[in-house]
């Protein structure tokens, strides 16, 4: 329960992070920034070698500061066991985003989370992701630079 709790906390100190960042933006530039899906652009980190893509929507999560990234799957993809030492919260935005914990991918773990779910990974909690059903698109946001830690190759 203390650590459900203490990721919440977390998600929230990201959320309002997030926020106070765009408010700033905002207020120094009195224009909004606005992006609609066609304008999203993805790309393929040279780490990425499965087929998925990012997209970086605010800051940069290879830097650090306040961030927002999507990350697309392809249908069938999937990511090996992993930690992070941050607190990773996700938002589902299309398809539906399977996820298991453990430090070795299970797929009968594996629980799914359709399209406007909200998940907090907090750090260090070793998990596996997959994209079962169709591609899917997750939002991603965090504080500090995003780091992996595979666990299995």
């Not at 990974?121 to 070793?126: E, M, N, S, T």
């Amino acid at each position: 329960m203390k650590r459900v709790l203490l990721a919440a906390a977390t998600a929230i100190m990201v959320l309002a992070s997030v926020t106070w960042m765009v408010t700033w933006a905002g207020q120094n530039k009195k224009e909004v920034v606005g992006l609609t899906p066609e304008h999203v652009r993805w790309f393929t980190p040279p780490y990425y070698k499965d087929g998925r893509q990012r997209a970086q929507l605010l800051g940069d999560s290879n830097q650090g500061g306040a961030w927002v990234d999507r990350v697309k799957i392809p249908v069938g993809g999937r990511v090996l066991a992993h930690t992070h030492p941050q607190d990773e919260v996700v938002t589902v935005i299309e398809g539906t985003w399977y996820l298991g914990e453990g430090k070795t991918f299970d797929p009968a773990k594996l629980k799914g989370y359709p399209a406007g779910s909200f998940i907090v990974i907090p750090a260090g909690v070793p998990h596996f992701v997959a994209a079962k059903d169709g591609a899917v698109i997750v939002q991603v946001s965090g504080v500090g630079k995003f780091v992996t830690d595979y666990l299995e190759k």
